[in-house]
């Protein structure tokens, strides 16, 4: 028997060996880089899923969606999510074209909800509202005066939203804008991104 | 004894009362303003604590919990501010900051454990393993060579 016929076994032999034991070294060094780092932001209806979300909205009545976050930022980062109410014609924020090309709403916040996510984990939170207003008869308007928000009542008074043609639909936005902590800067920044509930506040006729 | 209950009765209610009014006046919309600013850089600071334990490798979902709760009482706290419940706002953001108490160090302590579990998984599975692959390739070639030579001896015969 001639051992040069298994020198190919041998060496075969000896590289699987030496790459099982190199195994925990090569996991760490062929992974592929991350190149996209970015945030998730979405709202749920009532029952956790895309759909019922309110809409019909009553004076005092409660109503319930879920807001989330999911962190791909690469680091622990602390989200603010600003709570903005605005009518068919006040200023929205944008949340395509280029990051740096995106704006806000020019509205004042009326709450920030303030998020802390550790990378790749996700932030959710059930948001329950309310709204209390009042229907100018005489201007077709629906006048707003609190907004109730997880029993924090927010000042309303001076929004408004006038009816469509028919009457049938007064509407307001209720929108969650994201905001990030630049810890450059030392201050958040518009992240690009916001989730709105399109509402009819109802009036009796 | 009548006048005397009457006075001690009387007592009580200055007391209830006096204590009331410091209740009542104690906070200002300026020291709940500082109180709020406070509040708001110390969750600043340990945000940035927790992010340093992360970037050490260390777990920081628990710390992220008692940041998050300490957040929701900053929030409330400015709510409060800005509808002029200058009390409620106070209470809230004291009660932030005493949440954060002690937590910097907490999220100090998890960042040096995080590298020093860091520097032994590295030391155990990236130099220990390389080694060991390098040491496996020179015991093989090793053996090959001393199963060679002893063929070579033995007469073309293993």
Redesign the interface.
């Known amino acids: 028997m001639d051992i040069r016929n298994y020198q190919v076994l041998f060496l075969t032999a000896v590289a699987v060996s030496a790459l099982l034991v190199a195994s925990p070294a090569l996991s760490r060094l062929l992974v592929w880089p991350r190149t996209e780092f970015f945030t998730e932001l979405w709202l749920l209806g009532p029952n956790h899923m895309a759909e019922d979300y309110p809409y019909n909205v009553s004076r005092s009545q409660n109503y319930s969606v879920f807001l989330g976050i999911g962190n791909h930022l690469g680091y622990c980062a602390y989200y603010s999510v600003e709570v903005k109410f605005r009518n068919q014609t006040q200023s929205t924020p944008t949340s395509f074209g280029p990051l740096a090309n995106r704006t806000p709403s020019s509205l004042p916040s009326l709450y920030n909800i303030t998020a802390f996510v550790a990378d790749e984990k996700v932030w959710e939170r059930t948001l329950t509202f309310s709204f209390d207003y009042t229907y100018n008869e005489t201007l077709s308007r629906v006048e707003f005066l609190s907004l109730t928000l997880n029993d924090v009542m927010l000042d309303l008074r001076g929004y408004e939203t006038i009816g469509n043609q028919s009457r049938s639909e007064f509407a307001g936005y209720l929108f969650f804008e994201l905001w990030v902590y630049n810890s450059t800067i030392n201050n958040f920044q518009y992240n690009g991104r916001f989730v709105s509930l399109k509402l009819n506040m109802t009036v009796l006729a | 004894m009548g006048w005397r209950s009457g006075l001690l009765v009387c007592s009580m209610v200055l007391l209830v009362f006096v204590s009331g009014v410091h209740v009542c006046a104690a906070v200002s919309a300026d020291e709940t303003r500082v109180a709020v600013e406070s509040a708001e850089a110390r969750?600043?600071v340990c945000?940035?604590a927790?992010?340093d334990a992360?970037?050490a490798g260390g777990?920081?979902?628990e710390l992220?919990a008692v940041?998050?709760s300490a957040?929701?009482l900053?929030?409330?706290a400015?709510?409060a501010y800005y509808?002029g419940e200058f009390d409620v706002s106070f209470e809230l953001a004291s009660n932030c900051t005493a949440l954060l108490d002690g937590f910097t160090d907490r999220a100090t302590a998890l960042r040096d454990n995080a590298a020093e579990e860091r520097h032994l998984d590295f030391m155990?599975?990236?130099?220990?393993?390389?080694v060991?692959?390098?040491?496996?390739?020179i015991a093989?070639?090793v053996l090959?060579i001393h199963?060679?030579k002893r063929?070579w001896n033995a007469g073309?015969?293993?």
Do not use: C, I, M, R
């Open positions: 969750v600043v945000y940035k927790v992010a992360e970037n777990n920081v979902t992220a940041l998050n957040g929701d900053l929030s409330q400015k709510a509808s155990v599975n990236v130099v220990g393993s390389a060991g692959a390098v040491a496996v390739v093989g070639w090959w199963l060679k063929y073309s015969v293993v």
